[in-house]
């Protein structure tokens, strides 16, 4: 890996001495890059001081000094949130937005002039370039933790894999959530979420079936994050959690439609079996020896 380090370094080196990140006021726009990055967020999508350092991954103490900052200037305002007065909801004023435009322009500008000297060809090469690394490098950033199943984030994460698989195969998910608050809960099982800025990207849960048996449910990930290998280390992460609960061998049911999904369980070692269940969705069943895994995270 001392190559692939190499190239992220002198990438970072170059990169953000040519974006103007360097600079005492970024972009000139009299802030610093870390108070205009923050300014961008919150024009983007107002949100709640919470969601703001999740997105970011801020330290919540250095978030409040920046919001401080922002609100001396006249360019937010910070008041409790109406659903939940224990939040502070941030907003841009009139001065803000107009902040904001500013700096919207001024790094469009940027970007174009950067890219300016490169042929059609050469700039599409770069374009595909920093798609494939930003798509990599939040993959390799995304954070897991366990979830309940009832929770937000989790209903989320769950409702857009089964409006997913209702587009492909039809399924039905009625009833379903139900089942999920009782299954994927300790100590019988468990839900994990794939977090990324704060938002739910892929998700999985486990639960017991039988002596030393676990079945993994729920297994999605957002189709723009596909091909980064994310689903691989979210099933990794299930698999040690499955040896912590005491599995052995881990399996699985899945739809023929997912052909994705079974090239994924396939290159993971999972094998072929018989149908184990009366799932009338399920068309492949795959099984694996959790015996000679280590017991690690990610």
């Not at 330290?59 to 900052?69: A, E, F, I, Q």
């Not at 676990?214 to 689903?231: F, I, N, P, S, T």
């Amino acid at each position: 890996m001392t190559e692939v380090i190499s190239v992220v370094r002198r990438f970072n080196r170059s990169y953000t001495q040519r974006i103007g990140a360097l600079e005492d006021s970024f972009l000139g726009t009299g802030m610093p890059l870390a108070s205009a990055r923050l300014l961008f967020e919150i024009g983007l999508e107002p949100a709640t001081a919470q969601a703001l350092r999740e997105r970011l991954g801020l330290d919540s103490g250095y978030l409040s000094r920046l919001l401080r900052s922002l609100e001396r200037e006249g360019l937010v305002t910070v008041v409790p949130d109406l659903a939940d007065r224990r939040r502070r909801r941030v907003s841009l004023t009139e001065a803000g937005r107009a902040r904001w435009d500013e700096l919207e322009r001024r790094s469009h500008e940027r970007a174009r002039l950067l890219v300016a000297p490169l042929t059609q060809r050469q700039a599409q090469r770069l374009a595909s370039a920093l798609s494939e690394a930003d798509l990599l490098v939040r993959a390799a950033t995304v954070t897991f933790r366990v979830a309940q199943p009832a929770e937000g984030a989790a209903r989320e994460a769950v409702g857009q894999y089964f409006a997913e698989i209702g587009r492909r195969f039809g399924f039905d998910p009625a009833g379903e959530a139900d089942k999920d608050a009782a299954l994927l809960v300790p100590p019988a099982g468990v839900f994990v979420l794939a977090i990324s800025d704060g938002v739910p990207v892929a998700c999985g849960g486990l639960h017991t079936i039988g002596d030393r048996a676990g079945e993994l449910k729920r297994m999605w990930v957002h189709e723009a994050w596909r091909g980064a290998g994310l689903g691989s280390r979210l099933l990794r992460e299930l698999e040690a959690r499955a040896r912590v609960l005491g599995h052995t061998v881990i399996r699985l049911d899945t739809n023929g439609a997912l052909a994705e999904a079974i090239s994924m369980y396939q290159r993971a070692g999972y094998q072929p079996v018989d149908r184990y269940n009366d799932n009338p969705w399920a068309t492949h069943f795959f099984e694996k020896s959790l015996a000679d895994l280590p017991l690690r995270w990610g």
